[in-house]
């Protein structure tokens, strides 16, 4: 963590639909890099979930709300007794914003404004894709596991500026999840910058979890999460060994059978330039073996094209590889420098239109991939978890696919529907990147 990682203090008083409420706020925080620190001083900003129900309730609120404004100054105000905004601003009149309960995003907003995020989005180094910044939907959530990073991928300035892997105790990541899940959320979305190396700093050190011993280690945190009864998707794993433990468990349907590992690149000249972990393992026949255990299995990722020294050879070496790894989602960027990563002194930059015209033929050659793929699920039947309900359907989706970066499952004329909800469905329609269905039920 750098000293400017910006720094939130939270004072989380009333009932445990409060606490449901600040759980969910501080997992949006979390997710945005904000730090939570236990003590006024070390915050740049504190913010108060309060409590209307009962006078005493009200004073209580108002009291920690003082304490808060003079320990620290910078005031943020949410929760039940927010829809009271006049009698808190006449005790109070310096808090910064007031909301309500269940108002996540404007309390997040209101922290926005007071300290900024640390960085504008960045497709090569976030973790999240940039419309996941804002508060994702109340039916899924992103469960950060760790911050920083053990490596030093060439064309990245993560481990710079967030420092060394740092993995969260287990015990209170489950702890987390558990709330998130009793809040309703539906779907959890692991995220770290290295999934598959959770636990390594901590040395996979025992820690509890409503009452039982757990290991800090990828295996254990799924194995516990699966038994939330949510979807639960792994992001960002790259391809350890460690990565084959967790393929039964999604072959039994415990883990959702999908696998987001960036792989940046096939050509294990440009892997080496770029310093990738794992880069030597033999991955194409890691993959066929993954869906020998668990044929279902989708994998999504992404890649960089001209990369300095990336020759037309390396980027058909690419080409060839993703014919033989038939990935389901793939995302594609062309390479640009990032301030301060050592790839910016290599050399054989590759010039722009170049790039421009390896992306275009990557794009080419994986859509054809995955249209293929999509439509051998025509006639299949598929959960469909529901993401939005406009007058003409239900948009939902299914287990392959991730919100935001993936594709969609349309459910025309499905109006009844609501978000949150899980269906059954058979697929009817596929294009490249979205499905059509009818639901069963
Ligand atoms: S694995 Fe590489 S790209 Fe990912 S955060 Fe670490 S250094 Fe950056």
């Known amino acids: 963590m750098t000293s400017n990682t910006p720094k939130v203090g939270f004072v989380s008083l009333g009932c445990p639909k409060a606490t449901v409420d600040s759980e969910r706020i501080l997992t949006q925080l979390r997710m945005e890099g904000y730090q939570l620190v236990p003590s006024y001083e070390a915050a740049d900003v504190v913010v108060v979930n309060t409590c209307g129900f009962i006078d005493s309730a009200k004073a209580e609120s108002l009291d920690a709300i003082g304490e808060a404004i003079a320990e620290n100054g910078k005031v943020i105000v949410t929760g039940c007794m927010g829809v009271e905004e006049e009698n808190i601003r006449q005790v109070h009149p310096s808090v910064l914003a007031v909301t309500g309960p269940q108002q996540y995003e404007q309390v997040v907003n209101a922290v926005h404004e007071v300290v900024p995020p640390q960085q504008e ?87 509890f979890w409503d009452g039982r011993p757990v290991k800090t280690r990828m295996l254990e945190l799924c194995e516990a999460l699966s038994s939330l009864g949510v979807w639960v998707r792994l992001h960002y794993v790259y391809p350890y060994p460690n990565v084959d433990d967790v393929i039964p468990l999604m072959a039994e349907g415990k883990l959702l059978p999908y696998l987001d590992i960036p792989f940046q690149h096939a050509s294990p000249k440009i892997l080496k330039a770029m310093k990738r972990p794992a880069f030597e393992d033999k991955t194409l026949a890691r993959i066929k073996k993954w869906r020998e255990i668990c044929p279902d299995l989708t994998i999504r990722s992404t890649f960089i094209v001209g990369f300095p020294g990336e020759t037309e ?80 359907g239900a948009i939902g ?25 899980k269906v059954r469905a058979r697929v009817t329609h596929a294009d490249e990147y979205d499905l059509w269905a009818e639901s069963l039920s």
């Open 121 to 207: 989005h960045d497709p090569f180094v976030d973790l999240v894709p940039p419309q996941g910044i804002k508060l994702t939907p109340r039916h899924y959530a992103y469960l950060k596991i760790s911050e920083g990073c053990n490596h030093n991928c060439s064309f990245c300035i993560i481990p710079s500026m967030r420092g060394k892997l740092v993995s969260r105790p287990v015990g209170e990541v489950l702890g987390e999840a558990e709330r998130l899940v009793k809040a309703g959320v539906q779907e959890l979305l692991v995220i770290s910058q290295d999934t598959s190396a959770y636990g390594v700093d901590l040395k996979y050190k025992l820690d």
């Open 313 to 392: 050879e390396d980027f058909q070496y690419l080409l060839d590889w993703l014919s033989e790894a038939q990935l389901d989602r793939v995302g594609c960027f062309q390479y640009s420098p990032v301030d301060g990563a050592p790839a910016n002194a290599l050399e054989g930059a590759v010039p722009e239109e170049v790039k421009q015209e390896r992306w275009e033929r990557f794009m080419a050659h994986q859509r054809e991939i995955s249209a293929a793929r999509l439509q051998r699920k025509i006639g299949s039947e598929i959960e469909v978890l529901i993401d939005e309900v406009d007058e003409e």
């Open 397 to 421: 989706r299914s287990w392959a696919d991730a919100p935001e970066i993936d594709g969609a499952v349309y459910l025309n004329g499905e109006t009844h529907l609501t978000p949150g909800e």
